[in-house]
Nanobody, 114 residues
């Protein structure tokens, strides 16, 4: 059974930092890349960043130079370091895996207070 277990979401003050984690398990086909997306209320899910198991990174516009993605390939885990967060970063953050198909986490809420 495929599981993407996310952690690290919660309430943070504007200007603060947060680190999201996601551990993948039960994926029998090789993982090619992992990443993070976010969905604001009433909006579509958008890319923050993806990273290959070799560490090649692609940032979306949502990263805005304040977020950094990293990976621990042996652990099939991906991380998102969020710095200088803003109220507009409030969203549900989703972990994503590409392994000959899309796999999604259940989402973790990040709320930034002013």
């Amino acid at each position: 059974q495929v599981q993407l277990v996310e952690s690290g979401g919660g309430l943070v003050q504007a200007g603060g930092s947060l680190r999201l984690s996601c551990a993948a398990s039960g994926i029998t086909r090789g993982i090619d890349r992992m990443g993070w997306f976010r969905q604001l209320p009433g909006k579509e899910r958008v890319l923050i960043a993806t990273i290959t198991m070799q560490g090649s990174i692609n940032y979306g516009a949502s990263a805005q130079g304040r977020f950094a993605i990293s990976i621990d390939s042996p652990k099939s885990s991906v991380y998102l370091q969020m710095n200088d967060v803003k109220v507009e970063d409030t969203a549900v953050y989703y972990c994503w895996v590409w392994a000959n198909g899309n796999y999604w986490g259940q989402g973790t809420q990040v709320t930034v207070s002013s």
